[in-house]
C-alpha cells in the first residue's frame, strides 16, 4: 500500500511496539524498565495485536470493496500462510538452539530439574504438535494467535462490512465469559494452554478491526470518543502512576507499591479487563493528541520504526531471533550495562536497517519495467522467478 | 524488603562492589564451615520478615519441625545421598545452634513438579506434619515447562495463604542458577514473580538464584566444566553452602 495513503501513526506505533517486544524478550535487559511494560498494565503485545486488527481491517477492507469477498479471503489466507510459515522457521531455531544446549550440557545437579529439551524424546509428537500450532515454545506464543486471528478475519471482514456490532457483540461475550470461567485453550505438552488465550486476545483484535474497518466510519465514532476523553485521560494516568509506582517499587524497596497487594498479579494470558481498560483508554488518547498529520511521523527521525511498522512480520521475527541472541550474548559473555546497550542498539539497528533493505525491494518489485526490458528480459525473468 | 533480583542489570554493579568488598574485609562472622568458600555479598543476606512461630519455639525450648517442600534440588540426590541435601544439613546446623530444642528438618523433596503439583502436595506431604515452619523451594519447573507466569504467582499465594491459614512461618527458595541452561530458559520473570509474591506477603525469600551466579562468577563452582567423578562432590559442596546460608538467614529472621 503506497506509504502517501497510510495512516503513518499506525506504522510508527506498531514500529514502537516491534522495539519494545525486542527490548523485553531480553531478559535481565536495563533497557525495559524504559518500555510501556514499566509505566503501564498493558506491554507492546495489546499494542501488536490491536494494530494488526486495525491494519488488517484497513488494508483487507478496501480488498473486499473493490476485488470482493473471494480474493479478500484469498489474500488474508495467503497472509496467514506466510506467517504460519515464519512461525514454523522460528520453531526449527528454537529446536536447534534447545537441541544443542540439551546435547552439550550433563551435570546431576540439574539434570532432573532443566529438561528443557523433553520434547526432543518424542520429537514425532513434538514436531507435530508444533505444525498444529499447539506446541508454543516461550516466546514463539505471539504468531500463533496472530495465525488463528487471521484465519478467521475474512468471516469477520464480511460481518463487520453488514454490521458491526453483529461482530462486536458475539466478540465481547466470548472475552466477558473467559474473564468469568477462565476457560482457555489447551496446549502441548499435557497441561498447558495457549500462552495469549485466543477466546480473549481476539476480543482485542477485532475491536481493532472494527475501528481500522472502512476508514470513513472513524468519524462517527469521534463524537462519543471526544465525550470520554477526560474519562480515558485519568484512566490513563491512574494506570501509569500505579504501574511507575510498582517499577519503580521492584528495583528500590522503600517505594510503595501503590494497590500491589490488591491488584498483582495482572493476568496476561487472558487479557485481564486490568491490562484491557487501560490500553483502550490509551488508545484513545493517542488517537486524539498525535493528529494524523503529526509532522514528527513524517520526520527522517521516526522514518525507521515507521518503515519497522510496515514491514512488521519479518521485523517482528528477526526481533524475536535477535533478543534470544542477545539473550545469550548477554549470558555468555558479559552482562554489564555497557554490553546491555550495545546489544539493545546492535538489535534496534538490525531491525531497522533490515526494515529499510526490505522496502527498498519491495518498492523495486512494485516498479513498472520499462516497456523494452520487459520484452527484452520478460521470458527469462519469468523463468528465473 | 525481601532479597531483590528483579532489579539484577542495576544490583550487579554492586553486586561485584560488595565482592571486592567481602574480598578486601574478609566478613566478620562466618557463620558455618569457614573452609567453604560460600560467602556472598552482603545484599544477599538482607532478611527482612520475621518466623515469630518459630522464635517462641526455640524461646521456649520446645520441639520443632520443620518441612523442606520442593524439587530435584531439595531430594538432594544428586550429591548421591538424602543426607547431603541441604534440608539434612540445615537441621545439623540449626541442632548445633539451638541444642535446647530437639529440631527436625523433614525432606518433603519430589523432583520436577510445578508449585501447584507441590500445592497439591501440601495436604498429604505438609501439613499432618505439624512444621511450624515450611521451607518452600519452587519455580524451577514452572520456569522450564513455561507455566504461565501469572498463574504461577496466583499458585504460591494460594500456598502461602493456607500455611499461614495453620500459623505456619514460611521461607520461600527461588531457583537454582546455571549457566548453561541460562539461555534456553527464561527465569527472570519467575524470579520477579516468586520475588514479589514474597514482598506482598512479608515472606522471605531466600535468593539461591542469585548466591549460586554469584559463586558461578567469581569461579568458587565451576557447574559447568565439572568432571563426571566430581560432580556429586560439587553437589554436596553446593547443598552445604545453601544450608549454611539459609541457616544463617533463619537465624537473622529470629532477632
Known amino acids: 500500500m503506497p506509504a502517501s495513503s497510510r495512516d503513518l501513526r499506525i506504522d510508527f506505533f506498531r514500529g514502537l511496539a516491534l522495539i519494545f517486544i525486542f527490548i523485553d524478550h531480553i531478559p535481565e535487559n536495563i533497557l525495559s524498565y524504559f518500555t510501556i511494560q514499566a509505566i503501564g498494565f498493558f506491554d507492546a503485545a495489546e499494542v501488536f495485536i490491536f494494530i494488526s486488527g486495525y491494519t488488517a481491517a484497513l488494508v483487507y477492507g478496501q480488498t473486499l470493496v473493490s476485488q470482493g469477498p473471494l480474493y479478500a479471503t484469498a489474500r488474508i489466507l495467503g497472509r496467514a500462510w506466510q506467517l504460519y510459515v515464519a512461525h514454523i522457521f522460528l520453531f526449527v531455531i528454537f529446536v536447534a538452539e534447545v537441541s544443542y544446549t540439551v546435547t552439550t550440557f550433563n551435570n546431576p545437579m540439574y539434570n532432573d530439574e532443566m529438561r528443557v529439551g523433553d520434547f526432543l524424546e518424542e520429537p514425532h509428537i513434538a514436531i507435530v504438535k508444533a505444525l498444529l500450532l499447539e506446541f508454543q515454545p516461550t516466546f514463539l506464543d505471539i504468531l500463533p494467535l496472530y495465525i488463528l486471528l487471521l484465519a478467521i478475519f475474512p468471516a469477520v471482514l464480511l460481518g463487520l462490512r453488514w454490521r458491526p456490532f453483529i461482530v462486536l457483540l458475539p466478540s465481547l461475550l466470548l472475552y466477558l465469559a473467559v474473564q468469568a470461567t477462565n476457560v482457555s485453550v489447551p496446549a502441548y505438552p499435557e497441561g498447558h494452554v495457549w500462552y495469549f488465550n485466543p477466546l480473549a486476545w481476539q476480543f482485542l483484535f477485532i ?43 521492584g528495583v528500590w524497596d522503600p517505594f510503595p507499591g501503590f494497590f500491589l497487594r490488591e ?91 533490515t526494515a529499510r533493505v526490505l522496502d527498498w525491494y519491495k518498492t523495486m518489485g512494485r516498479m513498472p519495467m520499462p516497456n523494452s526490458a520487459v520484452t527484452r528480459s520478460g521470458p527469462s525473468n519469468r523463468l528465473g522467478a | 524488603m525481601r532479597w531483590r533480583i528483579p532489579v539484577v542489570p542495576l544490583a550487579r554493579p554492586a553486586l561485584l562492589a560488595a565482592g571486592l568488598a567481602a574480598a578486601v574485609f574478609p566478613p566478620l562472622s562466618p ?81 520436577r513438579q510445578t508449585a501447584q503439583q507441590m500445592l497439591e502436595r501440601f495436604p498429604t506431604d505438609v501439613i499432618p506434619e505439624d512444621p511450624v515452619m515450611v521451607i ?22 494460594t500456598g502461602i495463604d493456607e500455611l499461614k491459614a495453620h500459623g505456619i512461618d514460611i521461607m520461600l527458595i527461588d531457583m537454582q542458577f546455571s549457566h548453561s541452561t541460562a539461555t534456553v530458559i527464561d527465569f527472570e520473570r519467575y524470579l520477579s514473580a516468586l ?61
Open chain 1, 207 to 249: 475491536a481493532g478491526a472494527a475501528l481500522g474497518f472502512n476508514g470513513g466510519r472513524r468519524r462517527r465514532w469521534s463524537k462519543p470518543a471526544r465525550a470520554i476523553l477526560p474519562l480515558a485521560v485519568v484512566v490513563v494516568t491512574v494506570g501509569f502512576v500505579i504501574k511507575l509506582s510498582w517499577t519503580i517499587h
Open chain 1, 263 to 353: 491488584l498483582w498479579p495482572v493476568n496476561k494470558n487472558n487479557l485481564s479487563p486490568v491490562r484491557l481498560i487501560p490500553f483502550f483508554a490509551a488508545v484513545g488518547v493517542v488517537a486524539a493528541v498525535v493528529p494524523t498529520d503529526w509532522g514528527v511521523l513524517d520526520s527522517p527521525a521516526a522514518r525507521p520504526l515507521v518503515l519497522c511498522g510496515q514491514q512488521s512480520l519479518e521485523i517482528f521475527c528477526l526481533g524475536i531471533l535477535l533478543s534470544a541472541l542477545g539473550h545469550f550474548v548477554l549470558s555468555e559473555y558479559d552482562s554489564a550495562i555497557g554490553i546491555q546497550l550495545l546489544v539493545n542498539l546492535a538489535g534496534i539497528l538490525a531491525m531497522c536497517l
Open chain 2, 31 to 111: 557463620a558455618f564451615g569457614d573452609a567453604l568458600p560460600c560467602d556472598v555479598p552482603e545484599e544477599l543476606m538482607q532478611v527482612d520478615d520475621k518466623l515469630p512461630h518459630l522464635a517462641e519455639r526455640l524461646r521456649a525450648g520446645q520441639p520443632v519441625r520443620i518441612v523442606a517442600i520442593g524439587g530435584a534440588s531439595t531430594t538432594g540426590l544428586a550429591a548421591g545421598s538424602s543426607d547431603l541435601a541441604y534440608p539434612r544439613r540445615l537441621q545439623e546446623i540449626l541442632a548445633q545452634w539451638y541444642p535446647s530444642s530437639s529440631i527436625t528438618v523433614v525432606n518433603r523433596g519430589v523432583p
Open chain 2, 136 to 157: 518452600w523451594e519452587t519455580g524451577t519447573t514452572d520456569a522450564v515447562r513455561g507455566v504461565g507466569v501469572d498463574d504461577f504467582a496466583a499458585t504460591v499465594q
Open chain 2, 195 to 255: 520475588h514479589r509474591v514474597g514482598d506482598v506477603n512479608d515472606v522471605n525469600v531466600f535468593p539461591r538464584f542469585e548466591m549460586m551466579r554469584y559463586w558461578s562468577e567469581q569461579n568458587m563452582f565451576n557447574f559447568d566444566g565439572v568432571a563426571k567423578d566430581e560432580r556429586a562432590g560439587l553437589a554436596a559442596r553446593v547443598y552445604e553452602c545453601i544450608a549454611g546460608k539459609l541457616a544463617d538467614a533463619i537465624r537473622v529472621a529470629l532477632r
